[in-house]
């Protein structure tokens, strides 16, 4: 919600730009396409967006996941099916598609290192020389702590990283309801995720 909701797409591109050292300035020029829902498969993703001729997408997990670059795989597949049509890929010229680039950003209490690169060929039975189909998935740690430069060129990712931190801290004191409620008035009275925190308060809890 912090950063897939289109009413949020400033925090998006706040992200966006420290993740790739970029100075966009108009929230505008993303155009996000998150999958919904895909009826068949029960499954959705959490954010996909476009910028320019690129596609991104996004996932959080506050668990390790090996099957995302799996997961990613066909979440691509279907944000490619709104880019053409049957027609179009018999034809003599070529089909040109955006350029993917998948991400997964952790939190989850299990160490892990700052950034790994999870591998789809990692799921094969049986590899032998270079897979004919690879797709990376470069994963974060998003853990307060981790990826400090990162956190100072995105104060929203930080916030966030911070917030967490404090329900962890006071859940394992107080009940999960009260450690939630203790960790918003804390960060809105310090001054993080003010905006959101107050304007959320309830789909926060």
Do not use: W
Not at 189 to 204: A, C, P, T
Request: net charge negative; charged share 25%.
């Amino acid at each position: 919600m912090l950063f897939g909701y289109t009413k949020y797409k400033k925090n998006l591109l706040e992200l966006f730009n420290a993740l790739n050292g970029t100075n966009y300035e108009d929230e505008n020029e993303l155009e996000i396409n998150t999958i919904e829902d895909t009826i068949y498969m029960g499954m959705k993703n959490d954010l996909a967006f476009m910028l320019e001729t690129n596609i991104y997408l996004y996932e959080h997990q506050s668990t390790i996941n090996p099957n995302i670059p799996l997961r990613d795989l066909i979440y691509i597949g279907i944000e490619y099916q709104q880019f053409v049509n049957d027609k179009s890929l018999y034809l003599s010229k070529l089909q040109k598609i955006p350029t993917p680039k998948f991400m997964v950003f952790y939190n989850g209490t299990d160490a892990v290192d700052d950034r790994v690169e999870l591998r789809l060929s990692e799921a094969y039975e049986h590899l032998a020389g270079e897979p004919d189909l690879e797709l990376k998935v470069l994963m974060l740690n998003v853990n307060e702590g981790h990826n400090k430069d990162l956190m100072e060129q995105c104060q929203t990712l930080k916030g966030y990283a911070i917030y967490v931190a404090r329900v962890r801290k006071y859940a394992s004191e107080l009940n999960l309801n009260d450690a939630v409620e203790r960790a918003i008035t804390e960060c809105i009275k310090e001054g993080i995720l003010v905006d959101f925190l107050r304007k959320n308060r309830s789909e926060v809890m």
